[in-house]
């Protein structure tokens, strides 16, 4: 059974912190991908994370995966107030035609001026 | 181009009601999936169509139940309503099921936010 951890869940920071989430996933699986939820509202698509070493950056969001390590990073740069919400992953798992996304339970980011 | 629309947004019910919402994915989307959102359980998935046909389904109770239409409109049912229901009900829709050779990218309606007294 394939599942996803993320850590931490909980992150309060300040202003202009640099600061990585980890999210880590228990079977293979060749994408990933990673969401932003604001308080209230719906999942907004950030990256997708299709192959090994593939990296993607939007702003001051950086994020990797190793597929050996079953390991995906979301890297905070210089943080500011509008990042704070939570973030989640999610894995492709399954096989033949039953595939699904697997969430993990999301971090929570607060971010202090 | 329009984003994926569920109706209601928001609704109440009692416990024993049935509760139907609806879906209406992105233009030319054929992948709708539906997740349960709630504090302690996070998200869930409840099950994904594809061309009208049910594809997965994730392991809730046979009260829950889907159905895709031609232009690819979903929706989800609910019957015999418990406390346990209350959650954010999420649709996505993409343009080929998950684990296809697509991307697989979801996009999200705001969701129906649903209380059960």
């Known amino acids: 059974e394939l599942k996803v951890e993320q850590n931490p869940l909980f992150l309060s920071m300040q202003e202009g912190k640099n600061y990585t989430i980890y999210c880590n996933y228990s079977t293979t699986s060749d994408r990933l991908y990673w969401y932003r939820q604001d308080p209230g509202k719906s999942l907004e698509s950030l990256f997708v994370?299709?192959?090994n070493g593939a990296v993607k950056q939007e702003g001051r969001l950086m994020a990797s995966l190793d597929t050996k390590a079953r390991l995906s990073t979301l890297h905070i740069t210089a943080a500011v107030h509008d990042l704070s919400a939570t973030y989640f992953c999610a894995v492709v798992g399954g096989t033949g035609s039953n595939y699904q996304l697997i969430w993990g339970a999301g971090t929570k980011l607060i971010i202090k001026p | 181009k329009a984003g994926v629309t569920q109706t209601p947004r928001y609704l109440i019910k009692t416990r024993g009601q049935q509760v139907t919402l609806s879906c209406s994915p992105i233009s030319g989307h054929r992948s709708v999936s539906w997740y349960q959102q709630t504090p302690g359980q996070g998200l869930q998935f409840l099950f994904e169509?594809?061309?009208?046909?049910?594809?997965n389904k994730g392991n809730f109770p046979g009260r829950f139940s889907g159905r895709q239409f031609s232009n690819s409109r979903s929706e989800m049912n609910v019957s015999t309503l418990e406390l346990g229901d209350s959650a954010l009900y999420l649709c996505a829709s993409s343009l080929a099921p998950s684990g296809g050779a697509e991307t697989g990218e979801l996009f999200f309606g705001e969701g129906s936010r649903l209380t059960v007294l």
């Open positions: 994370l299709l192959s």
């Open positions: 169509y594809f061309s009208e046909t049910q594809r």
